[in-house]
């Protein structure tokens, strides 16, 4: 069956302080792997996509890296308006299937 | 960018009411789109996929006598949640699939309360 798993499930920094989140994956096909955010009582906002095991990509504080197995978000110097719920979401099989989901890491940053 | 607008975004009804909740693509055509269901603390768990013109498909143990799915034109579809009961609050989220790099676009979610 595939899945994908979330650790930890909450997480919480003082602000500065450098960390990263885990998502680990068992599925078959993977074709793309996919971070998002997710504030309270919204929509998921895209960050990242990630096809190849060994690709990484950046945007601001946040850094997402790929492996056979799984992937990490790497937040560097976070700020409290980091806070927020990150889903991680694979896509399998083909283009245009449903993503499955991970059930999130809730990131609370203190200042 | 491409935009999915979800209405309403948050809606509170009876018990054995039914609610409806669209999802409107504004500059994109959706031939698919993608209902999710959230509960708290949990991820989105896929309900159903609708397509343009044709049947809907239900996730296992997804009732579709319970959760109506429309699709009847390329920018429009809906979710009726019939004879809702408390179980059923939730928050329900679409998504259309193939836009640009990104892959997927994201209503902002309706957050639905039976009382």
């Known amino acids: 069956e595939d899945q994908v798993t979330q650790s930890p499930e909450a997480l919480r920094l003082q602000e500065g302080e450098s960390s990263s989140l885990n998502c680990s994956y068992t599925?078959?096909?993977?074709?793309?792997l996919f971070w998002y955010r997710q504030d309270p009582g919204k929509g998921p906002e895209f960050l990242f996509t990630?096809?190849?095991a060994g690709e990484e990509k950046e945007k601001e504080r946040l850094k997402a890296t790929l492996t056979k197995k799984e992937s990490f978000l790497h937040i560097t110097a976070p700020k409290p308006e980091d806070s927020a719920t990150y889903l991680c979401?694979?896509?399998?099989?083909?283009?245009?299937?449903?993503?499955?989901f991970g059930k999130g890491t809730t990131l609370s940053v203190s200042s | 960018g491409a935009v999915v607008s979800q209405h309403p975004s948050r809606v509170i009804c009876k018990s054995g009411t039914s609610v409806k909740i669209e999802c409107r693509s504004l500059?994109?055509?959706?031939?698919?789109m993608f209902w999710y269901r959230q509960f708290p603390k949990q991820s989105l768990m896929l309900m159903a996929t609708?397509?343009?013109?044709?049947?809907?498909?239900?996730e296992q143990g997804v009732e579709k006598d319970k959760f109506l799915i429309n699709h009847a034109s390329l920018t429009l579809s809906t979710l009726t949640v019939t004879s809702a009961h408390p179980e059923d609050s939730s928050f329900y989220i679409c998504?259309?699939?193939?836009?640009?790099?990104?892959?997927?676009?994201f209503g902002s979610g309706t957050r639905l309360t039976v009382v």
């Open positions: 998504s259309a699939p193939g836009q640009g790099a990104r892959g997927y676009t």
């Open positions: 599925v078959s096909g993977l074709r793309g």
């Open positions: 609708s397509n343009e013109g044709s049947k809907a498909t239900y």
């Open positions: 500059d994109f055509q959706a031939t698919t």
């Open positions: 990630l096809y190849s």
């Open positions: 979401a694979v896509q399998i099989n083909q283009a245009g299937t449903a993503l499955i």
